[in-house]
């Protein structure tokens, strides 16, 4: 008779058991300075979806004699999607509009002087399903910094819909770290405890 531990690739070296997947609804978001304020746990709260960084090199092609040489080029950090929800006290996007204002005020036409006065950080962690506050049921985070919002959608109104109304934000960021079990795996560097250093950015 079957057990679960035949249920898999039967691989040399090892059983055919597999292994328990992360679940996509199991996340968090947080945030570090949005909008030079200390409510990102309000943001947090309502995030809808999230997607996770993706990394893309450039290609440096080497002629020779006969053939070509490909090297690994620089490196960018594509665009990560937010989407939240937008509340009838609009909290969140009260938040998101500080943001935007610290980037560039619309009214004024006036930005700040550099980055580093309205950057912010962002942390996506993939949760066990435990209900814990601290790290204990964190399977991995990704920190972003260097983070602003380039881009944003406000959502829909429409007469036919039960839905409600989300915005989606576009976030670009300038680096990033991969962090399982107290190390980023991109760097093989260890993480202080809420300093994310191995992704330190200025700007």
């Known amino acids: 008779m079957a ?3 035949n249920f898999g690739v039967p691989v ?8 328990m997947p992360k679940l996509q609804y199991r996340f968090r978001v947080k ?18 979806s999230v997607t996770r960084p993706a990394l ?14 490909r090297l690994a080029g620089k490196h960018t950090w594509q665009d990560i999607t937010l989407v939240v929800r937008d509340d009838v006290n609009s909290d969140v996007i ?9 980037q560039v005020n619309h009214a004024t036409q006036s930005s700040s002087k550099s980055g580093s006065s309205y950057k ?21 985070k990704w920190e972003l910094v260097g983070c602003f919002i380039p881009s944003i959608q406000y959502g829909d109104l429409n007469y036919s819909s039960s839905e409600f109304v989300q915005c989606t934000i576009t976030i670009r960021y300038d680096n990033a770290a991969h962090v399982i079990e107290g190390a980023d795996k991109l760097s093989g560097v260890a993480i202080t405890a809420g300093t994310g250093d191995s992704a330190s950015s200025r700007g």
């Open 94 to 102: 009260k938040e998101l509009g500080n943001q935007l204002s610290n």
């Open 120 to 140: 912010f950080k962002m942390e996506i962690e993939t949760l066990d399903g435990a209900h814990d506050e601290g790290d204990a049921g964190v399977l991995d």
């Open 31 to 48: 945030f570090t300075n949005l909008g030079n304020s200390n409510n990102g746990a309000l943001v947090t709260k309502n995030v809808i």
């Open 12 to 19: 040399s070296g090892g059983g055919e058991s597999t292994l």
């Open 3 to 5: 057990v679960i531990t």
């Open 56 to 69: 893309d090199h450039e290609d440096v092609t080497i002629d020779v004699y006969n053939s070509k040489i």
